[in-house]
């Protein structure tokens, strides 16, 4: 049995109040693991190291934090078997996906920030005809609360941790309570890498105790949060009478939308993957596939192929396209909606039902499904369902498939295949979300801003947005 711990100050300890949480391996539902429920008591313990840990930390050269958070990455990458396997049991993703894309990812944010903090710079304006000098500095905020979903667990909780700590904070992260492995085994990258102690702390538990224990903390002044929308709906209550700075990136119902002008080998190979990759469990996935008419019947056919060929199985099985889902509850929420559209008499064309693996009958697995829906303000075009179920449905005109991509309250992303240019720039200039991708899905360089618009969220992490927000800005103007 694992024992999980949290990492304060430099040091691996129990939760004060000896409160435990059971973690479950998704591959064949059982407890493997115990995870701390932390209290106010331990983020309290948590504060008070990053606190004392700032002064030194926010006055270390750019030169000696960029040395450190790369030594991070190089011994992430050495370990990579190590965490890919750790990843892939606790998340029930494939192993083959934790290794060359979720361990790489984390090692590339602490190398990417890394390396931008040595670029990131002030400005300095002069105020010409008055005799004046502004320069702007941008200082680290002190301690900052980083706080991460399950689904991609250690790319994103780092993906936070990277910049906040290369911009000179110190930090208290907490990890999902359904995925916290990874974060746990980060703690003695850090040590190894000698990451000074109180600069990185990472607390574990549920969100309900041990991260409204985080945003309600008075001195943490900062929150970086990816999960939920209606989590984020509540963070951002908690911390705006404490006017902390936030930064949300939340859920989406993302638009894939398909012109009978596209590339069409391409388009299906990759909306393949962007339906259904971790099991569709990503934010970025198109769950909302629009075809143009004339391509509608090709499409479905080609694209159920596809789809009923791909691998549901164990995650450490090489082969397998499609792992388990993170947990029963999860599972039972992706259910839910095939019987939601069931009930409204959608047609299911693949897909819909639980899989039964042999020796890991126990185990989180769900077909990849594919469901037509008549339009688009049906319950299955509206709602978030976050697992490996996608709809299809036809469009005839630009202008009709816009207002339906943006009939949501959802606004992260959008993916676009066309090949006409004009096309291009009218539909994304009008499609609602923060990202956009046109003839491919996630191709992600990190310097671009990332996040979503309307309930996906306020701010933007990536590149130097990142260190504007876990920076003050402070403005000195000097007259001579
Ligand atoms: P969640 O909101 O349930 O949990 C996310 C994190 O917040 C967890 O660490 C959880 O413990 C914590 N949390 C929960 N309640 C809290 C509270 N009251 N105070 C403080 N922290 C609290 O989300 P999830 O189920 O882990 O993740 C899935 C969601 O995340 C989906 O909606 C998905 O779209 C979203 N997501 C968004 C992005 C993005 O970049 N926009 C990326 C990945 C996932």
């Known amino acids: 049995m694992l024992t999980i711990k949290n990492f304060i100050n430099g040091e691996f300890e129990n939760p004060i109040s000896n409160d435990w949480i059971d973690n479950y391996c998704p591959a064949n539902g059982e407890i493997y693991g115990q995870t701390p429920n932390s209290s106010k008591a331990d983020i309290e313990q948590a504060y008070q190291a990053a606190k004392k840990a700032f002064p030194n930390w926010s006055q270390t050269t750019l ?19 190590y965490f890919a396997e750790a990843e892939s049991k606790d998340n029930g993703k494939p192993i083959h996906l934790a290794k060359s894309v979720d361990i790489p990812r984390a090692a590339s944010n602490f190398r990417f920030f890394g390396n931008a903090i040595t670029q990131f710079s002030s400005e300095s304006h002069e105020t010409v005809g008055k005799d004046a000098l502004n320069f702007t500095l941008r200082q680290p905020i002190g301690v900052v609360g980083c706080i991460s979903p399950w689904n991609l667990p250690l790319y994103l909780f780092t993906w936070k941790i990277a910049p906040a700590i290369a911009a000179g904070n110190c930090v208290i992260a907490k990890p999902s309570e359904i995925t916290p492995v990874t974060a746990f085994l980060l703690g003695d990258i850090c040590l190894q890498a000698g990451l000074p102690n109180g600069v990185l702390n990472i607390v574990h538990g549920l969100g309900n105790s041990t991260g409204q224990a985080i945003i309600e903390h008075p001195d943490i002044k900062a929150i970086s949060f990816t999960g939920g929308t209606k989590t984020g709906v509540n963070i951002a209550r908690v911390a705006a009478p404490m006017f902390k700075k936030l930064s949300l990136e939340l859920g989406g119902k993302n638009p894939n939308i398909i012109f009978a002008d596209c590339d069409y080998d391409d388009m299906l190979e990759t909306t393949v993957r962007s339906s259904f990759a971790n099991q569709g469990q990503i934010c970025l996935c198109g769950s909302r596939i629009f075809i143009e008419a004339s391509i509608y019947d090709t499409f479905k056919n080609d694209f159920v192929k596809k789809v009923k060929a791909l691998k549901v199985g164990h995650p450490s099985n090489s082969k397998t396209d499609i792992g388990a889902l993170v947990s029963k509850g999860h599972l039972e929420k992706v259910k839910s909606y095939v019987n939601i559209a069931e009930n409204e008499g959608e047609r299911i064309i693949c897909g819909g039902k639980t899989v039964s693996i042999e020796d890991y009958k126990n185990g989180y697995y769900f077909e990849p499904t594919v469901i037509e829906v008549p339009n688009n303000e049906c319950r299955l075009n509206q709602e978030e369902i ?56 996630m191709l992600r360089d990190l310097r671009t801003p990332f996040g979503g618009i309307k309930a996906s969220g306020i701010g933007r992490e990536g590149g130097f947005e990142a260190f504007r927000f876990f920076t003050e800005t402070k403005n000195v103007c000097i007259k001579y």
């Open 63 to 81: 030169e000696e934090r960029s040395k450190i958070l790369i030594r991070i990455s190089e011994l992430l990458e050495a370990n990579l078997q």
């Open 386 to 441: 976050f697992g490996p179920v996608v709809t299809i449905m036809p469009f005839n005109t630009e202008e009709e498939v816009l207002q339906m991509a943006n009939d949501v309250k959802y606004g992260l992303s959008a993916t676009l295949w066309t090949n006409s240019l004009k096309r291009t720039m009218h539909m994304t200039t009008n499609i609602q979300a923060g990202i956009i991708w046109v003839n491919t899905w």
